[in-house]
């Protein structure tokens, strides 16, 4: 199985500053298509995940385009250009390369 | 509105079995992969299982192999999950999720399994 290793697990972040989160797969997540599956979701408190980003770096449809992704190969980025406090909550990288799909283990971003 | 509702979540014994249920809603379930995730008390996400768009091909995470069943009704836009033998480290809340481009794309609010006696 891949693993999937999310650093930090805890993000203190002053509003209206930048936030990243890092994602790292125990192996290549390049498809034989030549595409990375590799997406974030964000779970405010509460509520059920949500996706944001998708093949690494497609901004799914309604999400604000301070969310980018980024990376190659076995390291990725989740990037937050602005936290604005509806951004709490926990973001989850998760690979659809190769079955079983996994999850990190989540990053908490929280209001300083 | 396009959605997913979950159903059927109840405390049960171990060993017991359950069914849940997902309703979609507002979107062309047919002509979509299925698969559902779940999410134990205060910890991460896990994928358990997903099914192709007329019920062909399933796949499943090894811990639940031989006790889960995914399946569908696309007449009905109903997806089901089958859960027997359930043990304690089953308890988590599940959710249905609609298959977008090799990802998950729209979620559902989730339905909490609780395995105890």
């Known amino acids: 199985d891949i693993v999937m290793t999310q650093t930090p697990l805890s993000s203190p972040v002053t509003l209206g500053q930048p936030a990243s989160i890092s994602c790292r797969s125990s192996q290549s997540l390049v498809y034989s298509d030549g595409n990375i599956h590799l997406s974030w979701l964000q779970q405010r408190p509460g509520q059920p995940p949500r996706l944001l980003i998708y093949?690494?770096?497609k901004r799914f449809s309604g999400v604000p385009d301070r969310f980018s992704g980024s990376g190659a190969g076995t390291d990725f980025t989740l990037k937050i250009s602005r936290v604005e406090p509806e951004d709490v909550g926990i973001y989850y990288c998760m690979q659809s390369t190769q079955l079983p799909w996994t999850f990190g283990q989540g990053t908490k971003v929280e209001i300083k | 509105e396009v959605q997913l509702v979950e159903s059927g979540g109840v405390l049960v014994q171990p060993g017991g079995s359950l069914r849940l249920s997902c309703i979609a809603s507002?979107?062309?379930?047919?002509?979509?992969?299925m698969g559902w995730v779940r999410q134990a008390p205060g910890k991460g996400l896990e994928w358990v299982t997903n099914?192709?768009?007329?019920?062909?091909?399933?796949f499943y995470v090894d811990s639940v192999k031989g006790r889960f069943t995914i399946s569908r009704d696309n007449a009905k836009n109903s997806l089901y999950l089958q859960m027997d033998s359930l043990r304690a480290e089953d308890t988590a809340v599940y959710y249905c999720?609609?298959?977008?481009?090799?990802?998950?794309?729209?979620w559902g609010r989730g339905t909490l399994v609780t395995v105890s006696s």
């Open positions: 999720a609609k298959h977008g481009d090799w990802c998950f794309d729209l």
């Open positions: 093949k690494l770096s």
């Open positions: 507002e979107f062309t379930f047919s002509t979509y992969w």
């Open positions: 099914i192709k768009q007329d019920g062909s091909e399933t």
